[in-house]
């Protein structure tokens, strides 16, 4: 059986493309972090890669270079969000940080561009084309452009479906298969948006300074609540209607997170969350993938949330 080594690959390949010491040294740091959290997404991509059966040793660089991407991007939204002084890029200031992410993009181009197969241009395709659907979800989410559920949806799909479904499509090209890519695309898709979910009702009983309360984000599971009739609430609704600050919010921590419980804005967002997953596990299942084993593994894994 195959094992990957994808810190160890990043590590490599970091080595080869920068010179500059001080660079590498920091960014080993970022990959470490990445790493204690899960490489979820290159994970995705060496599943399906398995699924259908691959051979080629380049699926490691590829995997590699599906968490560079992430990586980057993962950096961006701490910039744009401001809130990443518990990270391992914490200590950075905004403008080398910025720096940082650009030039780990071009790591992750770079890698796919150099890779040795035939289905290059496809990858390279979809790569750009997938990044740019999730950088425009992601400018809908900053720029809070939802007012309800369904519009929520839309923009997680774009940003949280297009990342999921570009690291599965480069696992099923990096391994050379002709499959007709658009019932994966939108079982990949269905996985993002579900995944998205989870994180919604996770963060949302958070009120400390990265919590997406805290940040007046509009959630799935928050756009639940300002429309929930229970007057408790009715300080966080003034709270995203500018009418008072962080402050008057959290000396009514316990209470407002004893509403939320109540509100059941939790067990909301897990019941679209699962419909979700039950909507990917339909396509999944019937589809012949050639490697029975890694599909029933894969499906495991989606099941269990991404672990």
């Known amino acids: 059986m195959r094992t990957y080594d994808v810190k160890n690959s990043m590590f490599s390949l970091l080595d080869f493309y920068?010179?500059?010491l001080e660079i590498r040294e920091e960014i080993y740091k970022f990959i470490e972090s990445k790493e204690e959290h899960g490489f979820y997404f290159s994970r995705?991509?060496?599943?399906h890669f398995e699924m259908f059966?691959?051979?080629?040793?380049e699926?490691?660089?590829a995997a590699s270079a599906v968490e560079y991407l992430n990586l980057a991007l993962d950096i961006i939204d701490d910039i744009q969000d401001e809130d990443y002084a518990g990270n391992a890029w914490g200590s950075i200031n905004k403008a080398t940080l910025l720096n940082y992410a650009i030039l780990l993009i071009f790591i992750s181009q770079k890698i796919l561009i150099d890779i040795e197969l035939m289905k290059k241009d496809a990858i390279l395709r979809y790569f750009?084309?997938?990044?740019?659907t999730a950088i425009q979800g992601?400018?809908?989410?900053?720029?809070?452009i939802c007012t309800n559920e369904e519009q929520y949806l839309e923009i997680i799909k774009k940003k949280s479906g297009a990342l999921t479904s570009l690291a599965v499509v480069i696992g099923v090209l990096i391994a050379q298969e002709n499959y007709a890519l658009e019932s994966i695309i939108e079982y990949a898709t269905y996985i993002g948006i579900s995944g998205q979910l989870l994180n919604d009702a996770s963060d949302v009983i958070r009120l400390d300074d990265k919590s997406d309360v805290r940040n007046k984000k509009l959630t799935f599971p928050v756009l639940y609540l300002l429309n929930h009739p229970s007057q408790n609430l009715t300080i966080v609704k003034s709270y995203y209607n500018d009418e008072i600050g962080f402050g008057e919010l959290i000396e009514n921590r316990e209470l407002i997170i004893r509403e939320i419980l109540n509100s059941k804005a939790i067990e909301y967002t897990l019941i679209y969350k699962e419909i979700f997953v039950q909507k990917a596990l339909e396509i999944v299942k019937g589809i012949a993938f050639s490697n029975q084993k890694k599909k029933y593994e894969f499906i495991d894994f989606l099941l269990g949330g991404g672990k």
């Open 138 to 144: 992601q400018h809908l989410d900053l720029n809070m």
């Open 128 to 132: 750009n084309e997938l990044t740019i």
């Open 53 to 57: 059966n691959g051979s080629s040793n």
């Open 59 to 61: 699926i490691i660089k």
């Open 18 to 20: 920068i010179e500059n």
């Open 44 to 47: 995705l991509t060496i599943l």
